[in-house]
């Protein structure tokens, strides 16, 4: 029976991606675990891995298409026998898929203290549709044959139900149980139509300008920060000035004593790693900025998952230093920049920059004095830094110079109050000023 390889969902929030590359082409043999095609979400881009053994039998969707549905047909793979023939409406619906993204390597830390479930996980269905036949892969139904298995005894753990090698080794280890009650699932959708074009030629002539089209990450961020500013999160922003003479110390004195460059365990400590360990020490002081509305409760994190905002070819990405305030100067510098070069390869794996409790962004280097950033959603607030620069002040009476940041934090009011937001600030400067206050 001819098996449809299904467009997969790379994470849980993932409702369409790009088929960005065919890596197999019609006619190619395929094995389980061969890597047959790269899906484009908004944020990365992630390779497809087989889960059957066969031959492509038919592309569906070319590669480039935009807008492509979680669950749509994008291709059928051919078992031995079969040829181009034996595909018919049933292989395309989506009966039993063939692909799966790949598992990460390790579930992420979420805020409330509960694991975070894999990007590809998906509950145990019943393996038996009402048809009656067995939905597993070439090369679980040998390893049942060989081992005197009988499939209808056990449940797959592959998308949609099917059983693939895992379930026959679990089996072989475990034993088997009687599959659950089946359950129906729901139809795949074709790819989503690409809206129409919106431009008024009587203000933009056609040859006045160049059209960069909008990608899956541009679009996103164009949804969710209209979602966040305009519908769902009522803003308000305070900022403080922090003089950063003891900090800018500080950083000198402990990056004098890194070893040489290339050599083992040299580091560069930048202003914004003490940014980020201040932030993760003030969330933990005033916990009550360190939270997530929902519905039903305030969610009070018990960790600092700091979002650090990235700024990538079409538009932006936060991944998360995970509980930050766990965390020295050097491990959070060395992620920082670990993170920030995979970003801007889209390499990073959705676990990576889903989720978190805060975010900064940091335009400093720019030049930009204040800003005030909009809530990055689930977050309770964003704090935005400004440039560090030389200011005249008064200390004591007298005028002085001093290196000063302005610093802003935009809070969700449904959440973070007045209050807890102004005393977040209030701690973050007395880390930032007397960065030793970090130690108690």
């Not at 590669?63 to 023939?85: C, M, R």
């Not at 979420?110 to 038996?128: E, K």
Request: net charge negative; with cysteine; proline share 7%.
């Amino acid at each position: 029976m001819p098996i449809p390889v299904l467009m997969p969902a790379l994470s849980p929030t993932m409702e369409e991606g790009t088929l960005a590359r065919w890596l197999k082409k019609e006619g190619d043999d395929v094995s389980s675990g061969d890597v047959i095609a790269e899906i484009e979400t908004d944020k990365a881009t992630m390779e497809v891995e087989a889960i059957d053994e066969g031959k492509l039998g038919k592309i569906l969707i070319d590669e480039g298409t935009e807008g492509v549905k979680v669950n749509a047909p994008i291709a059928v793979i051919l078992e031995d026998g079969e040829s181009a023939a034996d595909i018919d409406s049933a292989s395309l619906n989506g009966a039993a898929p063939a692909a799966a993204a790949p598992e990460p390597s390790a579930p992420a830390p979420v805020s409330n203290g509960a694991a975070a479930a894999p990007v590809t996980a998906m509950a145990p269905v019943p393996t038996v549709p009402a048809g009656g036949r067995v939905k597993a892969s070439p090369l679980a139904r040998r390893m049942a044959k060989q081992e005197g298995i009988a499939l209808e005894a056990v449940t797959g753990t592959g998308p949609h139900g099917r059983i693939v090698k895992r379930d026959i080794e679990k089996a072989m280890k475990e034993g088997v149980t009687a599959p659950a009650a089946p359950a129906a699932s729901a139809p795949a959708a074709g790819p989503a139509p690409m809206p129409a074009a919106a431009i008024d030629e009587r203000l933009y002539p056609a040859d006045s300008y160049e059209a960069i089209k909008n990608d899956g990450m541009r679009k996103t961020i164009a949804k969710r920060l209209h979602q966040s500013f305009n519908q769902e999160v009522p803003h308000f922003p305070l900022n403080v000035d922090i003089e950063l003479t003891g900090l800018l110390e500080l950083r000198a004195k402990i990056n004098a004593a890194s070893p040489p460059k290339g050599e083992d365990g040299f580091y560069k400590l930048s202003v914004n790693d003490f940014i980020l360990k201040a932030s993760a020490a003030a969330l933990m002081a005033v916990p009550e900025a360190n939270a997530t509305y929902t519905d039903d409760a305030i969610l009070r994190h018990k960790h600092a998952d700091i979002g650090v905002a990235v700024a990538i070819d079409g538009g932006l990405i936060t991944p998360i230093v995970w509980k930050a305030e766990t965390k020295g100067l050097k491990q959070i510098s060395a992620e920082v920049k670990d993170l920030a070069k995979r970003a801007r390869e889209k390499k990073l794996k959705p676990e990576e920059y889903q989720g978190g409790t805060f975010s900064v962004s940091n335009l400093g280097m720019f030049g930009i004095k204040s800003f005030a950033s909009i809530v990055n959603q689930p977050h309770g607030a964003i704090m935005s830094v400004g440039a560090g620069e030389e200011r005249v002040v008064v200390r004591g009476g007298e005028m002085a110079i001093r290196n000063m940041m302005t610093v802003t934090l935009t809070c969700d009011h449904r959440v973070v109050d007045g209050a807890a937001g102004a005393a977040f600030l209030q701690k973050f400067k007395l880390f930032c000023e007397d960065p030793a206050a970090m130690l108690l």
